[in-house]
């Protein structure tokens, strides 16, 4: 099972600023990678796949990078809608399997 | 628009089975995989159980292995998940969600029903 391993567990930063998410994988899972983020009582919501592609209607502060086993959710000035769980998940090879989770924090 | 809305959670006693639902609207559902994830209370997604789009492929997450059955019913538009021998560990919101195609990502999710497991 490839385990997926997010950092921080959780960040604080303020609106406008930029947030970085990292997502590291036990073994090199090419860019078969989606970042999901899901706000409190609500399901998750794809936002990335492909490691880099957003999704239908994500807006362009939300990108990600990276390839092999390292990589980075970025956005780039945070709004207040933005402040979430956020989760990573590699669908290289079955099982699926999802990192932990960073909960990104107003400061 | 893709619509998923699962039923059949509720309060159940340790060792007991439920059977879980999902009706599936907006698209053409026969033609992708699908899966149940769950999310145990303030816990992280596990994701649980995957079906090709005929339901000749399934597979499970060990924690379930030989417990739950995933089955789907194309003429109907429904997802199901049989959950068998229930244990407090099992207690989550389970969501369905729907594959891009079959191994890939979840693009979209059901709202989730939730299963308690307690005496």
């Known amino acids: 099972e490839i385990v997926m391993t997010q950092s921080p567990a959780a960040l604080s930063v303020s609106p406008g600023e930029r947030a970085t998410l990292s997502c590291r994988a036990s073994?090199?899972?090419?860019?078969?990678l989606a970042w999901y983020q899901q706000k409190p009582g609500q399901a998750p919501r794809l936002l990335i796949y492909g490691a880099s592609t957003r999704a239908t209607g994500i807006p362009a502060r939300f990108s990600g990078s990276g390839s092999g086993t390292e990589f980075t959710l970025t956005i780039s000035s945070l709004q207040s809608e933005d402040f979430a769980v956020y989760y990573c998940?590699?669908?290289?090879?079955?099982?699926?399997?999802f990192g932990q989770g960073t909960t990104l924090e107003m400061k | 628009q893709v619509q998923l809305v699962e039923s059949g959670g509720g309060v159940v006693q340790p060792g007991t089975s439920l059977r879980l639902s999902c009706a599936a609207s907006?698209?053409?559902?026969?033609?992708?995989?699908m899966h149940w994830v769950r999310q145990a209370p303030g816990k992280g997604l596990e994701w649980v159980a995957v079906?090709?789009?005929?339901?000749?492929?399934?597979y499970y997450a060990d924690s379930v292995k030989g417990r739950f059955t995933i089955s789907r019913d194309n003429s109907k538009n429904r997802l199901y998940l049989q959950v068998n021998s229930l244990r407090a560990e099992d207690t989550a919101i389970y969501y369905c969600?729907?594959?891009?195609?079959?191994?890939?990502?979840?693009?979209?999710w059901g709202q989730g029903t939730l299963v308690t497991v307690s005496s």
């Open positions: 079906i090709s789009y005929d339901g000749s492929i399934k």
């Open positions: 907006g698209f053409t559902f026969s033609r992708y995989g």
């Open positions: 073994q090199s899972i090419n860019s078969n």
């Open positions: 969600a729907k594959d891009y195609n079959f191994g890939y990502y979840f693009d979209n």
């Open positions: 998940q590699q669908y290289e090879n079955w099982p699926c399997t």
